[in-house]
């Protein structure tokens, strides 16, 4: 009876007709670079907006065998990713790990880790909002056709207006770009340092929209070119001189908080890829 | 922690697994995968002279339910649902035998078959994902061969594949219908042995 109890759910929670469903609409999203694909989102524990597509996309692909890594914003302790790790872990038994070089799967929201990933591993990325077309064209259907049509003029016009208006293109994160020069693409929030690690990568990476309904990819060695004007090119966050504060890097992505203290606290920035930032502190111990 | 779920049944086993080799071999053109070994024995056969490829046919099976179409055909023409091999995958399946136009997936049991590819539905511009996966028997298939040169996306620069005993009416066949981004069928070659090879509609195909 214990063990009826115990195992009351699937192997991966999802049923064997969903995980075909997903499975069936990611080989259609790798065949097709960049295309929003369309699939059905079933419930899932845990609310729409948390992750859920990424989820589903990782509970179809997951077999007993793999090494898993779920991260958030970077960090593997953070709620999002601890509750997600752990569902995904009590459902099927796999192996997890901090460490990016061990995972054979990594599930994100945010982030491309800043260690180059290998052929042998596959990225999946959580996605809020999927088409990058929404703030010309709020309509999915219409888009849907500008898409077919590859009709991106309005998008143009809108990174135009925003450099007249801002002085700059106005776009921290879910920077759109054109992959396999066909398709325009929203990035996911991911921060435009991760940007060009989509482009040519080794890795597959797979896009998981749960609440829009929407699965796509990027093969691997896929041109992803960032939207950009001769006179205003894309530019990542970087900024010269800046440093990590705890483990000295110069050229990862940085995120800052306060660090209260007795003379009433301070910014600190620090590399947002907290296991790559924890393994280089943990490096220059061992040396020092 | 302990865990909550069953453990998975041979066939489940069989098909996540497969799928990670279909996804593998989908996203890099020219990457020969090996597929695990079926959970099916007895399969019947397409055609007297056609032994059936059983491990292409588990994995077309492994992406079919009672929500896609597929048909299938041996020596250039396409079964019917009464033919045994139809009912033993519609059994097993729940997927519908229909016409090629509206199939979703197709199964070509011999290279031969190629020639039916032009009747396969290749999407529409609105939904280029409505278009038909092709799972095709072929006797062998050699990594680094000298009969195709693949380029595209998942290919660093170019790669070879040899297709042994391929005739070049076949080769031809495999190569019609292409360059029609973002329309176009996707296909699975499979061997005898169960090595596969995906070709996506991205990848432009040239002899060696």
């Not at chain 1, 524990?45 to 090494?67: C, F, H, K, N, V």
């Not at chain 1, 940007?195 to 998981?208: D, N, R, S, W």
């Not at chain 2, 990457?31 to 019947?44: D, E, R």
Request: hydrophobic share 40%.
């Amino acid at each position: 009876m214990t063990e009826l109890t115990d195992q009351l759910y699937h192997f991966a929670l999802l049923d064997e007709d969903a995980q075909r469903e997903i499975r069936r609409k990611l080989l259609k999203a790798v065949a097709i670079p960049g295309h929003l694909v369309p699939f059905a989102s079933r419930d899932m524990p845990i609310a729409r907006g948390w992750g859920t597509g990424g989820l589903q996309i990782t509970l179809s692909l997951i077999t007993p065998e793999d090494t898993l890594k779920v991260i958030d914003q970077g960090d593997d302790e953070s709620v999002n990713a601890v509750n997600l790790r752990r569902l995904i872990t009590r459902t099927t038994g796999v192996a997890t790990t901090t460490d990016t070089t061990a995972a054979t799967i990594i599930q994100t929201r945010h982030r491309i880790p800043e260690e180059p990933m290998r052929a042998d591993q596959i990225l999946v990325l959580q996605v809020p909002m999927a088409d990058p077309l929404r703030w010309v064209e709020p309509n999915i259907e219409r888009a849907t056709i500008m898409h077919s049509e590859a009709d991106y003029g309005k998008m143009w016009v809108y990174m135009y207006e925003s450099i007249v208006r801002a002085g700059d293109l106005r776009i921290a994160s879910q920077y759109p770009v054109i992959v396999n020069r066909r398709y325009m693409m929203d990035t996911t929030p991911i921060p435009r340092w991760d940007v060009p690690k989509l482009h040519m990568a080794e890795t597959l990476y797979l896009f998981g929209a749960g609440r829009e309904k929407r699965i796509y990819a990027v093969p691997p060695y896929t041109a992803v070119e960032p939207l950009q004007f001769e006179d205003y090119p894309f530019r990542t966050e970087y900024r010269p001189g800046q440093r990590c504060a705890r483990c000295g890097a110069e050229n990862t992505f940085l995120t800052s908080h306060f660090v209260a203290d007795a003379h009433g606290g301070r910014w600190e920035t620090t590399c947002s890829d907290v296991s790559y930032c924890t393994k280089r502190c943990a490096a220059t111990e061992t040396t020092a | 922690m302990s865990l909550v779920a069953a453990p998975q049944t041979p066939l489940e086993r069989f098909n996540g697994q497969t799928f990670r080799v279909l996804l593998d071999c989908l996203a890099r053109p020219g990457k020969i995968g090996q597929l695990p070994s079926p959970p099916f024995t007895s399969v019947p056969s397409p055609a007297d002279t056609t032994p059936s490829n059983v491990t292409a046919i588990a994995a077309c099976m492994s992406l079919l339910d009672q929500t896609v179409s597929f048909v299938h055909a041996v020596d250039k023409s396409w079964l019917p649902a009464t033919h045994p091999l139809s009912r033993w995958i519609m059994v097993r399946s729940n997927a519908r035998l229909v016409t090629p136009a509206m199939a979703d997936f197709a199964l070509l049991h011999d290279f031969a078959s190629i020639a039916l590819l032009p009747q396969l539905p290749e999407g529409t511009l609105l939904y280029p994902e409505h278009s038909c996966t092709v799972f095709l028997c072929v006797p062998a298939i050699v990594a680094g061969g000298k009969t195709l040169r693949l380029t595209g996306p998942g290919i660093a620069t170019v790669v070879t594949v040899g297709l042994p005993d391929a005739a070049s009416n076949d080769l031809a066949g495999l190569m019609a219908r292409r360059g029609l981004f973002p329309l176009g069928v996707d296909l699975f070659l499979i061997d005898r042995q169960g090595f596969c090879l995906g070709l996506p509609r991205t990848t432009e195909i040239s002899l060696c």
